[in-house]
């Protein structure tokens, strides 16, 4: 069964600074990656997935993420934050088999700091 | 194109009291469908999900119950609520392609 970890549960930054949010997963077969977003009170919001192709993934809102393979990562990286993107980030992982089921890290706090 | 509903947004209930939470899916056949609850601080937990009319999977025992009696539609149950019920639900629908979309969520406060 697959697992995902998001190592930070808090992250804060200044605005304008560059920001990456960790994410490592564990799946015996191939998988698909994503990184969605959660507003306050608010659903999620798809930021990027990783489906097949290119390792590096743009998304929404000026977020990237790279898959690297070897080391099981998704870390998703953003080069200059705004104090609008303040909100909780989940990583998720859907396994390669109609996804029937997906599973979320914790999420990721970010606060972006005038 | 493809739009997910989800009602209520915002509901306070009594310990012991009935649940019902209605999800609906537009603009797509056949989806696959979830629950998720994320409780505060936390992340989000897969409840139930369902690949089919009247197919459903549990991930976790539970005081909750779902029903899928259409297509679209996703119900969430519960026929005495526990305080301990209280969080964010979401549903969510997936494609077939290893992406899923969320609805808005409600938050459910059991007092």
């Known amino acids: 069964a697959q697992s995902v970890t998001q190592l930070d549960s808090q992250v804060p930054v200044f605005e304008e600074a560059p920001v990456e949010l960790r994410c490592n997963y564990s799946s015996s077969v191939s998988v698909y990656l994503f990184w969605y977003v959660q507003y306050p009170n608010q659903g999620l919001q798809l930021l990027l997935k990783?489906?097949?192709?290119?390792?590096l993934v743009k998304g929404i809102n000026g977020f990237e993420a790279e898959f690297n393979k070897s080391q099981t990562s998704f870390h998703l990286r953003k080069p200059s934050v705004h104090i609008s993107d303040t909100a909780e980030y989940f990583c998720?992982?859907?396994?390669?088999?109609?996804?029937?089921?997906?599973?979320f890290g914790p999420g990721t706090r970010l606060s972006v700091l005038p | 194109s493809q739009t997910i509903h989800q009602w209520p947004a915002t509901l306070v209930q009594p310990v012991g009291s009935p649940l019902s939470l209605e999800c609906t899916v537009e603009?797509?056949?056949?989806?696959?469908l979830y629950w998720y609850r994320q409780a505060a601080g936390r992340g989000l937990q897969l409840l139930f999900y369902s690949v089919g009319i009247g197919q459903i999977s549990s991930e976790v025992p539970q005081n909750l119950s779902a029903s899928r009696p259409q297509d679209r539609q996703f119900i969430l149950s519960s026929k005495k609520l526990l305080l301990s019920d209280s969080g964010f639900y979401l549903c969510?629908?997936?494609?077939?392609?290893?992406?899923?979309?969320f609805g808005q969520g409600t938050r459910l406060t059991v007092v």
């Open positions: 990783y489906l097949s192709g290119s390792t």
């Open positions: 969510a629908w997936s494609n077939g392609r290893g992406e899923a979309f």
């Open positions: 998720a992982v859907s396994e390669d088999n109609y996804g029937q089921n997906f599973v």
């Open positions: 603009g797509t056949s056949n989806p696959n």
